[in-house]
């Protein structure tokens, strides 16, 4: 298990992180999602040891990641911008990664070679970006982490080996217990393999639980004619005769109220995990306007 606990980093007079707390579960996945500038990165680069908090604590497994060589070689990364030395090969860095990480594994590194299939021999400044992050995936998944964290991981991918670079890290999770944070502004994506979400707003966390509560606790209820009284609605909008309301609370609650008020039609749906991002966000001034006139 990973926490982050009160959490606060200040560069200069900016205030990044503040009172941030966060807890990735053993064996989960947990998507950290935010707008542009939440502080996603920092809480990631905390994480990682890279920056050393104001305040708070970072553990994994209750041992303090910062300075700490035995805990980080039990976690590996893939950031947005994929590092290597500029002259390096796969190779090389293969070689790199095996003396930092005890666990690394060279027999799935060669077994992997037939889904990545990248040359071995070619320099890394040389691929496109889409290589450098499949060859990132590559030894990151052979150093056998016990946390894997990920900023947004798939950009640059194309669709297959999106789907193929998701397959292996779910099958590390369910085989090996991988815990994994992955921060990404792809919410369809999340949406398949995060069983938490975390969303943060300029470095606090507004909200964080499973996605099925998050799912379960707020719907979407569509009607035609007026709103029930009691409803905790976030969000209101209209076509024609048709309603539609993001009702916080559960679909059975909301759809009690709606066969109460006598409706002539009404239908409770659920919500995405995008449309939830934006309606949580919408509350502190991210709601989505219309601006044409």
């Given at each position: 298990m990973l926490e982050l606990k009160n959490i606060?980093?200040?560069?200069?007079?900016?205030?990044?992180?503040?009172?941030?707390?966060?807890?990735?579960?053993?064996?989960?996945?947990y998507g950290l999602v935010g707008p542009n500038g939440a502080g996603k990165s920092t809480a990631i680069r905390c994480a990682l040891g890279v920056y050393r908090p104001d305040s708070g604590s970072i553990?994994?497994?209750g041992a303090p990641v910062f300075e700490n060589p035995a805990a980080k070689s039990r976690i590996a990364s893939i950031p947005d911008d994929v590092f290597y030395f500029p002259s390096a090969t796969p190779a090389e860095m293969r070689a790199f990664y095996r003396a930092l990480y005890?666990?690394?594994?060279?027999?799935?590194?060669?077994?992997?070679?037939?889904?990545?299939?990248?040359?071995?021999?070619?320099?890394?400044?040389?691929?496109?970006?889409?290589?450098?992050?499949?060859?990132?995936?590559?030894?990151a998944i052979?150093?056998?982490?016990?946390?894997?964290?990920?900023?947004?991981?798939?950009?640059?991918?194309?669709?297959?080996?999106?789907?193929?670079?998701?397959?292996?890290?779910?099958?590390?999770?369910?085989?090996?217990?991988?815990?994994?944070?992955?921060?990404?502004?792809?919410?369809?994506?999340?949406?398949?393999i995060c069983d938490h979400v975390g969303i943060?707003?300029?470095?606090?966390?507004?909200?964080?639980?499973s996605l099925a509560d998050m799912q379960g606790n707020t719907v979407k209820l569509q009607l035609v004619g007026e709103a029930p009284e009691g409803l905790n609605i976030l969000h209101q909008?209209?076509?024609?005769?048709?309603?539609?309301?993001?009702?916080?609370?559960?679909?059975?609650?909301?759809?009690?109220?709606?066969?109460?008020?006598?409706?002539?039609?009404?239908?409770?749906?659920?919500?995405?995990?995008?449309?939830?991002?934006?309606?949580?966000?919408?509350g502190v001034n991210y709601e989505v306007k219309n601006i044409i006139v």
């Open positions: 606060t980093k200040k560069f200069g007079d900016f205030t990044a992180l503040q009172d941030l707390s966060l807890t990735v579960p053993k064996c989960a996945v553990t994994l497994e005890p666990r690394f594994d060279d027999t799935l590194y060669q077994e992997l070679q037939d889904v990545f299939r990248l040359d071995q021999k070619m320099q890394l400044r040389r691929f496109s970006k889409g290589m450098q992050k499949q060859a990132a995936f590559h030894l052979c150093c056998r982490p016990d946390m894997l964290i990920l900023d947004e991981p798939v950009d640059g991918l194309d669709p297959v080996m999106r789907r193929q670079v998701m397959s292996i890290i779910l099958s590390d999770v369910a085989e090996r217990g991988t815990s994994v944070l992955v921060s990404s502004h792809n919410l369809r994506e999340l949406e398949d943060m707003d300029h470095g606090k966390m507004l909200l964080q639980r909008s209209s076509a024609g005769r048709l309603q539609t309301f993001v009702v916080r609370g559960t679909a059975q609650e909301v759809a009690e109220k709606a066969q109460a008020a006598g409706l002539s039609y009404y239908d409770v749906l659920p919500l995405s995990l995008e449309e939830i991002f934006i309606y949580e966000l919408g």
